[in-house]
């Protein structure tokens, strides 16, 4: 663990110096095409970097924040576009903006919303830590469905705790105030509601400059079929980019079962769409929030792709989780003593 640790922080700091070029040369290009070429030469790297570490949890890190989402900002920052073109005043804020998944706060609806997540997080903090890690030790008694349910939950708690650590970290550090990067996806009513206003909110905003808006430029038939195309091909990209994140996981040939998840739950969500804004069904047939809800989750979960949890990825996950709180926990202790013996 110490040598992928080591190889974990040389990652980072290469994509720190990378990011840095991009800040003080990029802007400099004035031909778009030359712009475009000078980050791509980064971007290429940021999809190389996961491949240097085989621990699930960093690996991920790596995919999820380099490879994903500094690639897709990197790209809009070249065509002047994006959240790297308008918010960085200076290359701290730069690369802190384009190396986490952080988004200025615009609305001030969120406030409220923001009190009650602060001590919210405690909650889910113990339940992840005190009562779903300690489950685990009786796996080989537990139902496969029960078992896939506490996969997923552990899956959706361990990320937006790490995501809100380093969102606070950030928002010290900064001084700014940053939208949260999940919005309680467990109350979502619909598919549109739980994908496009809850979930990961960060993917669903970085791909909507690149994806989601240009549709609209195409006129297909009216904006409403626009909008619809637009909503489809959002979540294909997203289940490409799925596919190449298990694919860094994994190291195996991909099956394409999370693309195809995907592509299911942005036809349905289209569907949601149109139905709703053609029937008016919602107005005049209003559903119980709580049923809506039992549904919509129980849909994701459901068609949850059975590839991570047949090749074993699940697994190897919560053993990793409980071997770095176990990891840390004796680093800690050491630093502790070290300190209190003077």
Not at 305 to 322: A, D, H, I, K, W
């Given at each position: 663990?110490?040598?992928?640790?080591?190889?974990?922080?040389?990652?980072?700091?290469?994509?720190?110096?990378?990011?840095?070029?991009?800040?003080?040369?990029?802007?400099?290009?004035?031909?778009?095409?030359?712009?475009?070429?000078?980050?791509?030469?980064?971007?290429?790297?940021?999809?190389?970097?996961?491949?240097?570490?085989?621990?699930?949890?960093?690996?991920?890190?790596?995919?999820?924040?380099?490879?994903?989402?500094?690639?897709?900002?990197?790209?809009?920052?070249?065509?002047?576009?994006?959240?790297?073109?308008?918010?960085?005043?200076?290359?701290?804020?730069?690369?802190?903006?384009?190396c986490f998944p952080i988004k200025l706060q615009k609305s001030t609806n969120l406030e409220n919303h923001n009190h009650f997540h602060k001590w919210?997080?405690?909650?889910?903090?113990?339940?992840?830590?005190?009562?779903?890690?300690q489950v685990y030790d009786y796996r080989q008694y537990l139902p496969p469905i029960f078992l896939l349910g506490l996969y997923s939950l552990h899956l959706y708690l361990e990320l937006e705790i790490s995501l809100t650590l380093i969102k606070?970290?950030?928002?010290?550090?900064?001084?700014?105030?940053?939208?949260?990067?999940?919005?309680?996806?467990?109350?979502?009513?619909?598919?549109?509601?739980?994908?496009?206003?809850?979930?990961?909110?960060?993917?669903?905003?970085?791909?909507?400059?690149?994806?989601?808006?240009?549709?609209?430029?195409?006129?297909?038939?009216?904006?409403?079929?626009?909008?619809?195309?637009?909503?489809?091909?959002?979540?294909?990209?997203?289940?490409?980019?799925?596919?190449?994140?298990?694919?860094?996981?994994?190291?195996?040939?991909?099956?394409?079962?999370?693309?195809?998840?995907?592509?299911?739950?942005?036809?349905?969500?289209?569907?949601?769409?149109?139905?709703?804004?053609?029937?008016?069904?919602?107005?005049?047939?209003?559903?119980?929030?709580?049923?809506?809800?039992?549904?919509?989750?129980?849909?994701?979960?459901?068609?949850?792709?059975?590839?991570?949890?047949?090749?074993?990825?699940?697994?190897?996950?919560?053993?990793?989780?409980?071997?770095?709180?176990?990891?840390?926990?004796?680093?800690?202790?050491?630093?502790?003593?070290?300190?209190?013996?003077?």
């Amino acid at each position: 663990m110490e040598e992928e640790l080591k190889i974990f922080i040389l990652v980072w700091f290469s994509a720190i110096i990378s990011v840095t070029y991009c800040y003080y040369f990029t802007p400099k290009i004035k031909t778009r095409f030359i712009r475009l070429v000078s980050v791509l030469r980064v971007c290429a790297l940021f999809l190389v970097l996961p491949m240097f570490l085989t621990t699930i949890h960093f690996s991920f890190t790596i995919a999820f924040f380099l490879s994903g989402l500094v690639v897709a900002k990197l790209i809009l920052f070249a065509f002047e576009k994006g959240p790297l073109f308008l918010v960085p005043p200076n290359v701290f804020h730069f690369i802190c903006f384009a190396c986490f998944p952080i988004k200025l706060q615009k609305s001030t609806n969120l406030e409220n919303h923001n009190h009650f997540h602060k001590w919210f997080f405690t909650v889910k903090f113990f339940i992840l830590s005190a009562l779903l890690l300690q489950v685990y030790d009786y796996r080989q008694y537990l139902p496969p469905i029960f078992l896939l349910g506490l996969y997923s939950l552990h899956l959706y708690l361990e990320l937006e705790i790490s995501l809100t650590l380093i969102k606070f970290l950030v928002t010290v550090t900064l001084g700014c105030d940053l939208e949260a990067q999940f919005n309680e996806p467990y109350l979502a009513t619909s598919l549109h509601d739980f994908w496009g206003h809850r979930w990961n909110l960060m993917v669903s905003e970085t791909l909507k400059l690149p994806v989601y808006l240009p549709i609209g430029k195409w006129r297909v038939n009216s904006s409403e079929w626009d909008m619809l195309l637009g909503i489809f091909a959002t979540f294909l990209v997203s289940g490409v980019a799925h596919e190449i994140m298990f694919f860094y996981l994994m190291r195996e040939k991909p099956t394409w079962e999370v693309s195809w998840f995907f592509v299911l739950h942005g036809v349905c969500t289209a569907a949601e769409v149109a139905v709703k804004r053609k029937t008016k069904l919602v107005q005049r047939w209003p559903v119980n929030p709580a049923v809506s809800r039992l549904v919509t989750v129980g849909f994701v979960f459901v068609f949850f792709p059975p590839q991570p949890v047949r090749n074993g990825l699940m697994e190897r996950f919560t053993s990793e989780t409980l071997f770095l709180i176990n990891f840390f926990k004796h680093k800690v202790l050491i630093l502790l003593g070290f300190f209190t013996s003077f």
